[in-house]
């Protein structure tokens, strides 16, 4: 059974097709990285998954209840980081955590419990009862995810979770998204972050325009166009080579004029999306 | 109905740490009103038959309530578009009948509140008050009422530029037309007529009477029943419908 199953989900803001006919399918335990430029409809896919936003046409379905006919049922299954900040700032870290418990019909006891635990998980626990508004970002970071996690859904959407951190925090939100999988949750992530989605997916999807593009586990669609890329940068222009071995590509280079520039490494998702659109992510 | 305990818990949360703040605000303009038109007005002055004092607060009470617990809009508003707070709601297991009246809940205790310090102020003016049965009803539809239609206005506007031009086009016009500050009968009969399918009317002729120990106009208590109603249904609507 898919945990997370999206039937040509489609939504559309007047002429403008934000997320186009989208299949998709994540199995228990996986965690799935949403790939895409910005813009490319990945908030609007989760926003549909996790109830916020209605579909135009489509279904999306959560451990096989549908988030528009059963949304009480479906949302009971997901927990959710969105992709901007929306701890509330007039609450401290305690209150958030139990307005969050009490949202989700926790039992009191367990809820408290929970709450102690996740705090020290996430290291906030000396910050309990300080107001979040006076937190960094990281920190707010930190009590989104912990928060989602609280009432131990079986399935969690993070929208964007490193965005706007910097390298270190990156690294520890990452170690933090990889203990969460061990206790056998289902992960949906969006990034545009390639090192992010090679790093931690076990599982990507490309999404351009509104549209799925390809999908994949991360090694098996890069070594599908070729383990080694040769770039050949021109008047300041690059192209590209891919290749079985790097012996090959470096064969190549013989071949080139004096002009050229090359420079040869392993193939990365950003290859692939470059190959299959024609740009950048970053673009 | 968990849901809407939640909501109420968070609102309360807030609500207690600003207390002291919230409290001087709501005395401030009542305070003005009766300085201005109790004293300023002088004691002979006389509305149907009564000091005009006294014939005043019931309006008072009327438009204090109702610009309080109507405030809630300007704060989901915030929740909603400034700290994005309101998706957490809206992505917890709950329906949005909970949400609303969480809200409303939040909403009522605002409205209570400042109507309790207007019946803690009169005495200061020497106007006796008479708490009875019938004011608290009336005081509880219209917290309910008006609460309920901020909820409505907050899930309609797409930014707070247009929740403060309703506020500056409906609310502050209803304030002032219902029969609020004056007897309704001495407006012309076109004013006087739409005053009539303005909700604040009814709520002023119901607390007055109550206020003043008179009977409870039936017609206007049906309407604060009616626009109650119609207004809660109205604000799950809108809850339903701000996901797109
Ligand atoms: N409420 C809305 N009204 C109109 N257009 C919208 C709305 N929300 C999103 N869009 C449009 O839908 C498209 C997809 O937006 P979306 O936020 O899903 O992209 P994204 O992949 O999450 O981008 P980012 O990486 O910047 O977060 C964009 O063109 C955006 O302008
Ligand atoms: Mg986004």
Known sequence: MHTIESLSLTKKYGSLVAVNALDLQVKRGQIFGFLGPNGAGKTTTVRMLTGLTRP??????INSYDMVKEPVMAKKQIGVVSQYNNVDVDLTSVENLRLHGMLHSMEKKKREER???????????????????TFSGGMKRRLMIIRALLHSPQILFMDEPTVGLDPQTRRDIWALIRQIRESGCTIFMTTHYIEEAENLCDLVGIIDQGKLITRGVPNHLTESLGPYTLEIIEKGKSSYQFFKTAEEAYQKTNAG??????????????????????????? | MKGAKAIFYREMIIFKRRIGKIIASYSL????????????????????????IAFMIPGLL??????HSFDIASEINIARFYWHIFDEFMMAPISPSSIVLGEIGAG???GLLSSFIILLLAPLFSVSIHINFFLIICLLLNTFMFSAAGVIIAMMVKT?????AFNTFVIV??????GTFFSLKKLPKILYIIAHFLPLTHSSLCLRASFLNKALPLGSFVAMIGFSLLFFYGAVQAVKRSSV
């Open chain 1, 56 to 61: 135009t046409s489509g279904q999306a379905v």
């Open chain 1, 115 to 133: 709450i102690k635990e996740l705090l020290h998980f996430a290291h906030l626990w000396k910050r309990k009862d300080e107001l979040v508004r």
């Open chain 1, 257 to 283: 004029n004096h002009q050229q520039e090359f420079d040869i490494r392993s193939t990365n998702l950003e290859d692939l999306f470059i190959h299959l659109t024609g740009r950048s992510v970053l673009e």
């Open chain 2, 29 to 52: 303009s009542p305070l003005l009103f009766l300085i201005a038109f109790g004293w300023g007005m002088g004691k002979k002055f006389k509305v149907e038959g009564v000091d005009y």
């Open chain 2, 62 to 67: 009327a438009m204090s309530s109702m610009n």
């Open chain 2, 108 to 110: 009522m205790v605002k």
């Open chain 2, 160 to 164: 707070h530029a247009d929740q403060s």
């Open chain 2, 173 to 178: 016009p209803m304030s002032f037309l219902c």
